[in-house]
Every structure is written in C-alpha cells, then in structure tokens.
T-cell receptor, first 114, second 115 residues
Framework: AQSVTQPDIHITVSEGASLELRCNYS??????LFWYVQSPGQGLQLLLK??????LVQGIKGFEAEFKRSQSSFNLRKPSVHWSDAAEYFC????????????FGKGTHLIIQP | DVKVTQSSRYLVKRTGEKVFLECVQD?????MFWYRQDPGLGLRLIYF???????EKGDIPEGYSVSREKKERFSLILESASTNQTSMYLC??????????????FGPGTRLTVL
C-alpha cells in the first residue's frame, strides 16, 4: 500500500527566509506526486505535481520540488517566504495520476514570523 | 476555471440522522472523490467514482455510501450519522488527460458536526 510521511507537523520560518518542507513516500512503482496548500478557511490548491521527466518541478507562487527516487522523497522548497505563505501544506501520492484517489500526508503547518 | 461546489459549508446534524452531502463539478470530469479531513490525520479517501453509477471504496468507507446518478454530481450519504463522523468533508474531481488522470480539483469543503 502507498503511504506518505511528512515528518514536520509545524515549521516556523522568518519572513524572507528560505523554506524546505519534507515529504517521503512509499510506493511500489513510479509515483505520481503532488503538493497542495490549504490556507485558513480555504479549499486545497495544487502547488505542483510530478509525473515523469525532469525531477525538479516548478509550481505556482514561487515553489519548487525535487523528486529523488533514491531517497523516496519529494521535498518542497521556496527561496524566500512571504507572510501570505502561512498555511497547511500537504504532500500526496497517487497511482494512475490519482484516478484511484490520492494518499495524503498528515500535513505541515507553516508559521511565518515577521 | 474548473469549479467544484459543495451544497453546504457548515452542517449540524443529530446522531442517527441520515445526511446527504452534495458535490457538483462543471467541467465534465469523469472521476470524482470524497475525502474527510481531520486534524493531525490529513485527508483520507472515503469513496470515489470513475463513471456514472460506478463507485469504488476508498480507505475508510465504513459508515458511508455514495451515489452518482449524473456525471456532474457525486453525493456522499451517512446512513445514520454518528459523532465520530464529525469532520470536514472535501469533494474533488479530475479529468482523464493524454497522459492519464490529471490534477484533482477540490471543493471548499463541508464542515459537518454531529451532535
């Protein structure tokens, strides 16, 4: 069965500092990987996704993620965070691109310090 | 833009009541999903459907059923609501693309409280 681990429940970062959110997955074949963001009171919004090809993927809002098969990781990064990035971030893995549903991590709550 | 709407943002029901949560998408997507979101647990898949009148169990289907009579509408049914079903319920849909299924688009969620 597939699974996703987000080791950090909370992360606090100063505004303007760099950010890395960790995600490790377990999946038997080539995974389809996603990062979603959920702002307070909002639905989930896709930041980026990886299906195949270049292992460094660019997303919206200045985020990027790198797929590392050898480490079973798909970490999310941003060079300089803004106060508006404070939100809950979810990593997810899906078979067949998610046609059978996605398996989500438990989420990382990002706090931005002024 | 894809739009996924859910019938209610907030819902309060009593134990034992039958509860219907409705989800509608406007982009002719084949696949639709119901998740529940609980603090510290992330999102967990309840049921999904890849076609009209078709349904598949997800990871936590117990206590729930679904209905998909039309392509755009996917309903989640709690036959007899219980307090442990108090949660945020999220609906999603996705389209089959050239390379397989694409991004899942989520609705705003229904926060259900069972008293």
């Amino acid at each position: 069965a597939q699974s996703v681990t987000q080791p950090d429940i909370h992360i606090t970062v100063s505004e303007g500092a760099s950010l890395e959110l960790r995600c490790n997955y377990s999946y038997g074949a080539t995974p389809y990987l996603f990062w979603y963001v959920q702002s307070p009171g909002q639905g989930l919004q896709l930041l980026l996704k990886y299906f195949s090809g270049d292992t460094l993927v660019q997303g919206i809002k200045g985020f990027e993620a790198e797929f590392k098969r050898s480490q079973s990781s798909f970490n999310l990064r941003k060079p300089s965070v803004h106060w508006s990035d404070a939100a809950e971030y979810f990593c997810a893995v899906g078979a067949r691109g998610g046609a059978d549903g996605l398996t989500f991590g438990k989420g990382t709550h990002l706090i931005i310090q002024p | 833009d894809v739009k996924v709407t859910q019938s209610s943002r907030y819902l309060v029901k009593r134990t034992g009541e039958k509860v219907f949560l409705e989800c509608v998408q406007d982009m002719d997507h084949e696949n639709m999903f119901w998740y529940r979101q609980d603090p510290g647990l992330g999102l967990r898949l309840i049921y999904f459907s890849y076609d009209v009148k078709m349904k598949e169990k997800g990871d936590i289907p117990e206590g729930y059923s679904v209905s998909r009579e039309k392509k755009e509408r996917f309903s989640l049914i709690l036959e007899s609501a219980s307090t442990n079903q108090t949660s945020m319920y999220l609906c999603a849909s996705t389209q089959e693309g050239d390379l397989g299924p694409d991004t899942q688009y989520f609705g705003p969620g229904t926060r259900l409280t069972v008293l």
